[in-house]
Nanobody, 126 residues
């Protein structure tokens, strides 16, 4: 079982940067695909990025390509989301999530993720 705890959210100005962290527990942490999702005010939860450590691949939503970078430190059981050139439309509650290795391809839908963090608020001001 994987447990996730997020941190790093806050208030930043447009054009600024922020790094989110998600600390996980579980002996098979490295086997899981680790994803980031966000839920803007009044909107549905949407895919942001995912990393499959076992495959050495990452994938990003079009809206964040070139600005966000997902990475992880398996020794610390931690996944990160480096967010640069932030825009007001990036304002949302951000969640990290873990998908089991049985999920094929690139898991982009929330339904295939078994474990979720509590969410952390990111607010980008103009």
């Amino acid at each position: 079982q994987v447990h996730l705890v997020e941190s790093g959210g806050g208030l930043v100005q447009a054009g600024g940067s922020l790094r989110l962290s998600c600390a996980g527990t579980g002996r098979t942490f490295s086997s899981y695909a680790m994803g980031w999702f966000r839920q803007p005010p009044g909107k549905e939860r949407e895919f942001v990025a995912v990393n499959k450590w076992s495959a050495g691949t990452s994938y990003y939503a079009d809206s964040v390509k070139g600005r966000f970078t997902i990475s992880r430190d398996n020794a610390k059981n931690t996944v990160y989301l480096q967010m640069n050139s932030l825009k007001p439309e990036d304002t949302a509650v951000y969640y990290c999530a873990a998908a089991p290795p049985v999920v094929p391809g690139v898991p982009k839908t929330p339904r295939v993720y078994d474990y979720w963090g509590q969410g952390t608020q990111v607010t980008v001001s103009s």
